[in-house]
């Protein structure tokens, strides 16, 4: 299994920037990728970015051009940075890692709310 740890949400003013991070414990030699989704209220779950162990990396359109991933293998690290903050990307950030083999993790989730 793959434990995940996240930190760095809070609360910013739009046009702001903040950093999440997202550490992997356990099983990291099984991870394929690792990512962040997130969850506003009263929407489904989607896919923000997500970053290869090769560094291959994809983007939600609505976030292209602002925010940017970034992974460090030593340190089984994934990071989000996200800059020009709107209020749409007000949500529950998640991070997440896709196996090889076996389930995929989850992080607990971290609370990103941009002020207008």
């Known amino acids: 299994q793959v434990q995940l740890v996240e930190s760095g949400g809070g609360l910013v003013e739009a046009g702001g920037s903040l950093r999440l991070s997202c550490a992997a414990s356990?099983?990291?030699?099984?991870?394929?990728?690792m990512g962040w989704y997130r969850q506003a209220p009263g929407k489904q779950r989607e896919l923000v970015a997500r970053?290869?162990?090769?560094?291959?990396?994809n983007y939600a359109e609505s976030v292209k051009g602002r925010f940017t991933i970034s992974g460090d293998n030593a340190r089984n690290t994934v990071y989000l940075q996200m800059n020009s903050l709107q209020p749409e990307d007000t949500a529950v950030y998640y991070c997440?890692?896709?196996?090889?083999?076996?389930?995929?993790?989850w992080g607990q989730g971290t609370q990103i709310t941009v002020s207008s």
């Open positions: 997440h890692a896709r196996r090889y083999l076996g389930s995929d993790g």
């Open positions: 356990g099983s990291t030699d099984s991870i394929a990728a």
């Open positions: 970053i290869t162990r090769a560094g291959t990396t």
